[in-house]
């Protein structure tokens, strides 16, 4: 009797473990893409290229890396912290072809990945870019010269300017100074004391002949980016403000 006793537990405990055995991948597999995220109408998420991205040297499905350099919320929970990472694909890549043209470079990203191995899948578009912390005009320009005399200027040249929403917060040696990148024509908002894009911040600062291509609904953001040179070119550091939407369900 104890024998079979013994027998039928032993019987029990294997099933369990079958069981959980065969629920434990599709509990992790729920958990590792979050569809059930709905970003508030509005959401913005700044963030920050991980890579150089250049439309000469790039081409459409190619992986584009960021990082978040400040929280997401929905719902009032963090969703997307700081630091994770945000992954993306080139949807255009088309170098200008001859002087008077101007070249193409577009990406959205996909997801962000969190530390804990979660997935957030999201869709974006661009609000503002933003030169790299600490760039000069002689480490960024360049990228965008080569050949195609004055076209740039229409946009702007890359130097110390103040603009309405980033007068500074002090004066002399402060170390929590903003900085003041000259804005591009019809540019708004621009950089708080954090190095990150003002959530209204519209149109790109620091970035010589770089602009956002205007997109039908304005409100919407725009998906492809412009340079008038030979190339688009964006160094890594360059800080993006970004739209972001759930990602639709296929």
Known sequence: MRLEVQREKGMKTTVVLTMLGLMLPCMAGA?????????????????????TVDARKCKPGDIIKAKASEDVKAGGIVVIPRGAKL??????????????????LGFVFDRADLKDGRQIALRTAFYALAAPQGASSDSMGGGFGGGFGGA?????????SASDDTSAL???GNSTRQEELKPSPGAIGGLNSSGTLYASSRGVFGLEDISLEPNTVPSSGSSVILANARSVHLGSGTRMLLSVESASKP
């Open 170 to 172: 002090g004066s002399g």
């Open 152 to 160: 740039g200027g229409a946009v702007g040249n890359m130097v110390s």
């Open 31 to 51: 958990q590792g893409v979050g569809e059930g995220v709905k970003f508030e109408f509005g959401a913005t998420l700044n963030g920050v290229l991980s890579d």
């Open 87 to 104: 992954i993306g694909h080139v949807t255009e890549a088309q170098p200008a072809a001859k002087a008077g043209e101007q070249a193409r």
